[in-house]
């Protein structure tokens, strides 16, 4: 009985891999996610090492040893662990200039996006990068680029040959997150994703580690109005407490500085952040994840709030009132038929078209200026 139920169930989702599969999803979305969640590109300016926002700025001490887990990971055990090892290196294997070329592309239209709608211009400020990732991808951008950034991230990251590094990482993330960063390092991953960026961004060589703080979105140990800009770039959808962390980037940046987050809902396409289907290694239906019959075998590669559009909605204009807050419809017309035809068959009819051709959702927020006294970003501080 049991196999006649495997079976049928296996016919059932080879007929709808072939109806619709995931492997549709555009690259430039899934090579972004891919690149922005691993390992340093340590494209800095040396003047971070004399960033204003530093130790002095911090509210107090930040605790290396008390336990965090980075916003992406989540304990699988030993086969989870090679399963999505596997995924990644499969992910990761190839020539890594494309990928890169994708995740600046991005990174490109996010800054577009947010001067547009906030008419600040992204240099020569004082930035918070929140959730900065293995990679520090959006760090090293920005950097390049004329401003002074500073990272926080639930990991401890480990830039270079840093032994003491890995120690800490090993007490405060576990050894699971040293397996996978040091795997990374030694295949030569890292060096290859290092080489493409510095061509993209023209930079000839790493002029030394960015700054980055062990620190939990929740919780920032920094000063009232300490940036000019505040950002957080797919991470979001990982949080716990959004609410506490959209509070924590609203306060920590100054009067007439600007917020602007980008994040995938968890009613998208991909919105389960299955971890053979990002890397690309398998094919899913549409949606597997908000499907009854199919969300058993979706393999979701982190924790997930599973917050819906409407209350992403809400979360921002409560706390950031007169945001720009746009879901990216721009696969509508190939999305919408898929979506219209399983609703029809009885799924997902307790979804909004709206909210499942969004393939990922972008906020701009400029803070407003409450006295005369307020300085503009951008100017130079004592």
């Known amino acids: 009985m049991r196999a006649g139920r495997s079976g049928r169930l296996s016919m059932w989702l080879g007929r709808v891999r072939a109806e619709s599969p995931l492997s549709a999803v555009s690259e430039t979305t899934r090579a972004f996610y891919r690149f922005v969640r691993a390992e340093p590109s340590a494209c800095a300016d040396s003047k971070m090492a004399t960033m204003a926002t530093s130790a002095a700025n911090l509210k107090e001490p930040v605790d290396p040893g008390h336990g965090l887990r980075s916003y992406s990971s989540q304990l699988r055990g030993p086969a989870g662990l090679v399963r999505e090892v596997v995924g990644l290196l499969r992910a990761h294997g190839g020539d890594p200039g494309p990928a890169v070329a994708a995740t600046l592309e991005h990174l490109r239209a996010l800054e577009d996006f947010a001067v547009s709608t906030t008419g600040l211009p ?69 060096a290859r994703y290092h080489a493409a960026l510095r061509r993209e961004l023209g930079v000839a060589a790493d002029p030394g580690p960015l700054v980055v703080h062990q620190m939990d979105a929740t919780e920032l140990a920094f000063a009232d109005e300490t940036f000019d800009a505040v950002y957080s770039l797919t991470v979001l959808q990982y949080i716990a407490d959004p609410a506490r962390a959209l509070a924590e980037m609203a306060r920590v940046v100054r009067p007439g500085g600007i917020v602007f987050t980008q994040f995938l809902p968890f009613t998208g396409v991909i919105g389960s952040f299955d971890v053979g289907a990002l890397g690309g290694s398998t094919s899913l239906p549409d949606w597997s994840h908000l499907r009854v019959q199919l969300a058993p075998h979706v393999r979701e590669a982190a924790y997930l709030n599973r917050l819906r559009i409407p209350e992403w909605r809400a979360l921002f204009e409560g706390t950031m009132p007169g945001c720009v807050f746009v879901p990216d419809d721009s696969r509508r017309e190939e999305l919408a038929p898929r979506a219209r035809r399983l609703q029809e068959a009885g799924e997902l009819r307790e979804y909004e078209i709206d909210e499942l051709v969004a393939s990922e959702v972008r906020v701009a927020w400029r803070k407003p200026i409450a006295t005369p006294d307020d300085e503009p970003p951008g100017r130079a501080r004592p």
């Open 122 to 190: 992204l240099f020569d400020l004082e930035m918070l990068d929140v959730g900065a990732g293995q990679r520090l991808m959006q760090m090293a951008y920005f950097t390049a680029h004329g401003n002074r950034v500073v990272g926080v991230d639930r990991d401890v990251i480990v830039q270079g040959l840093d032994v003491a590094g890995y120690v800490r990482m090993a007490r405060s993330n576990g050894l699971r997150r040293v397996a996978k960063t040091a795997g990374r390092k030694l295949l030569g991953v890292d």
